[in-house]
């Protein structure tokens, strides 16, 4: 059985390269309101960072064709990569199961650092969790993965409507408490409890102005080791409880999902040019009229906590799949015809590192707002926000393709496959 070692740059399909780099780069505008404002106002975006004139316009564009939506094509990459990545060592006579799990722990110790060390949100340690359940289906037909994708998925709105339904009880009883105390009357323990519930939901997800200004200036004097010790517990209750309402459903249906798209050639391109514009028109024309619905009526309910979680979320969470399939469409038409190749190019450079420029733009963000950097948290409105999306896109756009004329690997690519093979990989470009 020949030696497994990491694929030739000549082996890469330069459209997989591609579309990650776009939603490498697409990430970004939902990532930065998490380093650059209070948390809430990420669910809540009348709370902080603007949300009139250019602010609700910025808002309404990143909603609708970058939020779930990268982080879809993303999580489908990841799948296709299983496949392709089995596929190969299969060809080349290498047992993949052990080399696969090595590979996806070795990403789970990467995302654990980066939730700790640098922000909660990481998303790397879902990846590699959620890559070792779907290992096992790669097997199936592309009919089968599409199908139990999509029933992988359902759970996730079943286990959000339950919490909102004990939402909306502990406001009915808070309601209940306050007539009762208008007329004199005396509450039951359990009104009193769901009520003093009820008044933790509502300062965690309606804080009050000075609430939130104690928290921007938590951000911007805190030190490196105050705010990773803030930093803790957010990320546990992402890799916990966000994890399993949430993440174990959506990203293993979408892995699914990428699988059966690799099988069928559509993220290598080897389907018809007519395809691809027809799955851009398609996913465009049916998924951003009910995104956008979501976004209508979430502004109408006010990002009330009891309607987000009781089906507010789920235009956007579904509607984003057929949104992701336009982009991808949409993407691949573009680098098969031969378009924009100065683009394309640097798109597939900053995909080929997407590892490093994922974690990079934690760095910069991370120096940007936090007190032991420039401490501009709470400083930027949303649009202030993209002007410094578009300049990290700027600087990974030109930075990346210069990279790697020079060497093989990312950096953190470079040493994710050295752990991975078990001995140090050969870094500069056999070119240079």
Request: aromatic share 12%; net charge positive.
């Amino acid at each position: 059985m020949e030696t497994a070692t990491p694929i030739l740059s000549s082996e890469r399909i330069d459209s997989i390269d591609v579309l990650r780099g776009v939603a490498l780069l697409g990430i970004l505008p939902m990532n930065i309101p998490w380093f650059a404002l209070p948390g809430i106002a990420f669910l809540n975006p009348t709370l902080a960072g603007g949300f009139s004139g250019a602010n609700f316009v910025a808002w309404v564009v990143c909603y609708v064709l970058f939020d779930e939506k990268m982080m879809t094509i993303f999580s489908m990459l990841f799948g296709g990569g299983l496949v392709l990545m089995t596929e190969r060592m299969r060809q080349r006579g290498c047992s993949p199961a052990a080399f696969f799990y090595r590979r996806s722990a070795i990403l789970l110790l990467i995302g654990l650092a980066h939730a700790y060390l640098l922000w909660a949100g990481d998303i790397l340690v879902s990846y590699a969790l959620c890559g070792m359940l779907v290992y096992p289906l790669r097997k199936l037909s592309p009919k089968s993965l599409i199908v139990v994708g999509l029933l992988v998925m359902l759970p996730s709105a079943w286990l959000s409507r339950n919490k909102s339904a004990s939402f909306a009880e502990a406001r009915d009883a808070a309601g209940r408490v306050q007539t009762a105390q208008a007329h004199g009357e005396t509450s039951s323990d359990t009104d009193l409890a769901l009520a003093q519930e009820w008044d933790g939901i509502q300062n965690g997800f309606r804080p009050t102005s000075r609430e939130i200004a104690a928290t921007i200036a938590e951000h911007r004097q805190g030190s490196y080791w105050q705010l990773a010790l803030h930093r803790a517990p957010n990320a546990l209750g992402v890799e916990t409880t966000k994890f399993g309402r949430t993440f174990i459903w959506t990203i293993t249906g979408r892995m699914l999902i990428g699988m059966a798209l690799m099988k069928l050639g559509v993220f290598s391109a080897q389907r018809s040019p007519r395809f691809y514009r027809a799955l851009a028109l398609a996913g465009y024309g049916l998924g951003l009229p009910v995104v956008g619905v979501g976004a209508y009526r979430l502004i109408q309910h006010d990002f009330d906590v009891v309607y987000l979680f009781g089906g507010g979320t789920e235009f956007n969470d579904f509607g984003s799949l057929l949104v992701a399939l336009g982009h991808i469409g949409t993407v691949v038409a573009i680098h098969q015809a031969g378009l924009a190749r100065w683009l394309t190019r640097r798109l597939a450079a900053v995909g080929r590192t997407a590892l490093s420029n994922y974690l990079m733009q934690s760095v910069i963000c991370s120096m940007l707002f936090d007190g032991y950097g420039f401490g501009l948290f709470g400083a930027l409105d949303r649009v202030e926000l993209l002007g410094v999306v578009a300049a990290i896109w700027v600087w990974q756009l030109w930075c990346c393709p210069l990279w790697l004329n020079y060497f093989r690997f990312g950096p953190v690519e470079w040493l994710w496959r050295s752990l991975t093979y078990r001995h140090a990989q050969p870094m500069w470009n056999p070119k240079v």
